[in-house]
């Protein structure tokens, strides 16, 4: 049940239905020194349906400077362990991650992909796997 719950998780991450934001979404992408400000270092909110005021819709990924990653369960709190880890990294401008254990089949275990800007607290990430953009919120 439980690699089941983070496989949940991960995939609300990455098939995120950015309907919320569809509208309001630039064409600003970002360059890999501001991916690099952005990213490094923080906590990153996310929530399937754009909406951080349901908790359980949100999960949580550190995107460490020594440039590990740490995911969460759906649910869970910004300091909760680790459900997956793994690492990421920049190329070019794009934002790449590699999960240790979920996503194989699904196409979402190591991905790079564009981010662009949609508003002042909002990013989508393009990946290129047949998902819609997946939206995400700095959390700090």
Do not use: H
Not at 37 to 66: E, H, I, K, Q
Request: hydrophobic fraction near 35%.
């Amino acid at each position: 049940m439980f690699p089941r719950m983070l496989g949940f998780s991960i995939v609300q991450f990455t098939l995120l239905v950015s309907s919320v934001v569809a509208g309001q979404a630039t064409d600003e992408q970002l360059t890999s020194q501001q991916l690099k400000s952005l990213v490094t270092g923080r906590t990153w909110a996310m929530s399937m349906r754009g909406d951080l005021a349901n908790p359980n819709s949100v999960t949580y990924w550190d995107f460490r400077a020594d440039g590990s990653i740490c995911s969460r369960f759906s649910g869970s709190k910004p300091k909760d362990k680790c459900a997956d880890d793994g690492k990421w990294r920049l190329e070019g401008d794009t934002l790449c991650w590699e999960l240790q254990t979920f996503g194989e089949a699904q196409g979402y275990k190591s991905v790079c992909a564009r981010v662009r800007k949609v508003n002042e607290k909002r990013y989508e990430v393009i990946a290129p796997i047949k998902v819609p953009p997946i939206a995400f919120y700095p959390y700090k």
